[in-house]
């Protein structure tokens, strides 16, 4: 469990905890199976127990998921991995 500090709206700090992990992200179509492995997120204590991404994880995986449902890349990816890959 990592803990962080912010400041809040008023300038003091408040204490964030969140647990962090990657996670597998998978789903099906009439196209086929598709699979992203290694995903990052957090698990923000007060709010939910449901796992978070970050804008940038977010972007990075519609991205992926575009690709790979028009056959540019494989139908399984680490993001870990496909995060360094230059798209040009």
Known sequence: MAVTTTLNAHGG?????????VKD??????KGRYVIRNVP????EEYTNE???????????LLLKEL?????IP???DFMKAKELSLE
């Open 13 to 21: 700090s408040h204490m964030n905890r969140y647990a962090e992990g």
């Open 75 to 77: 139908n399984e990816v």
């Open 41 to 44: 997120f957090r698990v923000y």
């Open 51 to 61: 796992p978070v991404y970050s804008s940038d994880v977010t972007l990075k995986l």
């Open 68 to 72: 790979m449902e028009e056959n540019e």
């Open 25 to 30: 992200v998978a789903w099906e179509n009439e």
